[in-house]
């Protein structure tokens, strides 16, 4: 696939996600997650097998796997716990943070230190036009402060698990990355699931069936391996920069969906977003060169 298309499908199913994540977990958060992990491991698996891909089994393989299913458990964990505190658009403004955060881990450890000026530049009017979205709709109470902290916290474990797992590069394939993380996590859950008097076997609603599937299928199966194949294919921080753009999305979805108002700050931020993203690739552009473009497989 085109890294351009796969870069757009991420876009695309970030965006929906965190608006059916809330629908899936009416009943119990971990359960949605784990069905959600435990239905994309195995449309992954099915995809493995159609489309022949390699199984590695070395230990850098494992340990590519164990990283991957260690910090999904964490990320996806910590911040299904706080969207039953939070709204789903704050999911996406929190994650909007994971730039500042991948650029300092990936200069730390991945040696790409080509963010110069106007690179911070594009990332700071981005970042701004998030808090610009939203700083009308703000309104913090202790539960919502929780569940901001522990957003905070997955932001920062997706962030980490993005510059690990680029450093390691543990397996060929996107796709066997992707399903042996959630063959890892899977059990986590269950395991954190039952000590936590979880109910495996809750009374689901249309909506919450219908958003565990699109979730398992094309959020985790298909959705984790493209990211996984973006991130292979390009530097961390730009991976990061698609979640400068999924904000202004899942508005624009909320408002669609479910009648939620959008004010004049939001078009404003869009312009910002834009703006900064355009000032980021240009700088990129001129640094790594028009012969150096990133790899496609």
Not at 57 to 65: E, I, Q
Not at 178 to 200: H, K, N, Q, Y
């Amino acid at each position: 696939m085109p890294m351009r298309s796969a870069y757009l499908c991420v876009i695309l199913i970030w965006s929906t996600t965190p608006l059916a994540s809330q629908w899936s977990m009416q009943s119990d958060f971990l359960f949605a997650l784990t069905a959600r992990l435990s239905i994309g491991a195995v449309v992954a698996m099915v995809m493995i097998v159609l489309m022949r891909r390699e199984v590695e089994w070395h230990r850098k393989a494992l340990a590519g796997y164990t990283i991957a299913g260690g910090t999904l458990c964490l990320a996806m964990g910590a911040m299904y716990w706080a969207m039953q505190y939070i709204p789903s658009g704050w999911v996406s403004v929190l994650f909007g943070l994971s730039p500042i955060i991948t650029a300092v881990l990936a200069w730390m450890f991945l040696d790409e230190g080509r963010v110069n000026l106007q690179s911070q530049a594009g990332i700071l009017f981005g970042f701004l036009a998030l808090f610009l979205i939203f700083s009308s709709s703000l309104n913090f109470t202790p539960e919502s402060s929780a569940g901001v902290a522990v957003a905070v916290f997955s932001t920062f474990t997706h962030a980490a698990s993005a510059v690990w797992l680029k450093r390691l590069q543990p397996v060929k394939s996107a796709l066997v990355l992707s399903t042996g993380g959630m063959l890892v996590a899977v059990p986590i859950l269950i395991i954190v699931g039952s000590f936590l008097g979880t109910d495996w076997t809750p009374s689901l609603s249309l909506r919450e069936v219908s958003a565990i599937i699109y979730l398992g299928v094309i959020a985790s199966a298909i959705g984790f391996s493209l990211y996984y194949f973006v991130l292979r294919n390009v530097s961390a921080t730009r991976v990061s920069l698609i979640t400068q753009i999924t904000p202004v999305v899942c508005l624009i979805l909320g408002s669609w969906l479910n009648n939620e108002p959008l004010v004049a700050n939001v078009w404003i931020g869009t312009a910002l977003i834009s703006f900064g993203l355009l000032m980021f690739e240009l700088s990129q552009r001129r640094l790594v060169g028009p012969n150096k473009a990133a790899p496609r497989t």
